[in-house]
């Protein structure tokens, strides 16, 4: 009878705090599986974008600020920063660049950011930091740091493709 009553309620203790989910033979569910918990989870979006279970990834953020060079040459800073603009707009294109923008002024000499997507290292990311112009003629440096965000961060490019008037 004891063996009957611990069969029945080891039913019920299933029935009651069982998966919802039919369960594969062999397959392990847990509460931490985004493909459980997350009814809006898109594995082939996901797998695209490179997310971890967290949908996050790690990036290079990188601070631009004032170089070393001061020159007053006028041609030399047009081409530097006319380059520096092309070269966003081919990073962007190429899918390494998802983020750029200036910053006002402040204290430290901060010009700007850039967020790198899909760079393997920071000596990767600092390598392709000098094919920019600004940068290459010490108008520009850099800091870089490992930035851990959203894997969906580059989803909002072909968006802001539709929303600008005028080309800088």
């Known amino acids: 009878m004891k063996y009957l009553f611990l069969a029945i309620a080891l039913l019920m203790a299933n029935s009651t705090f069982g998966q919802s989910n039919p369960q594969k033979k062999g397959e392990v569910i847990s509460e931490r599986d985004t493909t459980i ?14 997310g971890d279970d967290y949908g996050m990834k790690n990036y290079f953020f990188v601070i631009l600020k004032t170089g070393t060079n001061t020159t007053a040459e006028k ?8 380059g520096h603009l092309e070269n966003i707009q081919e990073l962007v ?7 750029a923008g200036p910053l006002g002024k402040n204290e430290n000499n901060y010009r700007g950011i850039f967020i790198l997507n899909n760079i393997n290292s920071a000596d990767d990311a ?3 930091l000098f094919t920019d112009p600004a940068i290459k003629n010490g108008l ?15 989803e909002y490019l072909p968006v802001s493709d539709k929303i600008w008037k005028l080309k800088p």
């Open 126 to 128: 600092r390598e392709l």
């Open 37 to 50: 918990s997350n009814p809006n989870y898109d594995k082939v979006l996901a797998e695209k974008l490179r």
């Open 140 to 154: 520009l440096d850099f800091e870089i740091f490992t930035w851990y965000g959203s894997a969906a961060l580059p």
């Open 75 to 82: 041609e030399l800073i047009n081409e530097s920063f006319r």
């Open 93 to 99: 294109q190429e899918g390494k660049l998802i983020v």
